[in-house]
């Protein structure tokens, strides 16, 4: 099993890249607004009203991004979830597009695939 972590700098793209992964059989995941530092220091060099205003005017700057994590149990499925976020998101080695890595599973405790929660 794998642990997928996908961290978007753009918001619009996360609609498109669940439904792609409902498409390729990634059908769990958590989705969250985090906070990078590196963001979260550039509006704090400015002052408080320079720093709200940068916010309303280009929103594209906002401190926040969408982190996405799922688990993942077979790694094909995993190497075509790497893949979707490309084709969705961009080139992930380009500036402003974001991070995805994977870790490897030992001990995952309660999770289900939909097809053994159906069984039950």
Do not use: W
Request: proline letters at 2%.
């Amino acid at each position: 099993m794998y642990l997928l972590v996908i961290i978007l700098d753009k918001a619009k793209d996360m609609e498109n890249l669940l439904h792609k992964f409902h498409d390729i059989g990634v059908t769990g995941a958590t989705v969250f607004d985090s906070v990078g530092v590196g963001r979260n220091t550039l509006y704090s060099t400015d002052k408080p009203v320079i720093a709200s205003l940068k916010r309303i005017f280009d929103p594209e700057q906002r401190t926040y991004n969408h982190t996405l994590i799922s688990i993942i149990r077979e790694r094909e499925t995993v190497d075509n979830a790497l893949a979707a976020a490309q084709e969705v998101c961009g080139d992930f080695n380009q500036p402003d597009v974001g991070i995805m890595f994977t870790v490897k599973l030992e001990d995952v405790i309660g999770f289900k695939t939909t097809k053994e929660s159906d069984a039950e």
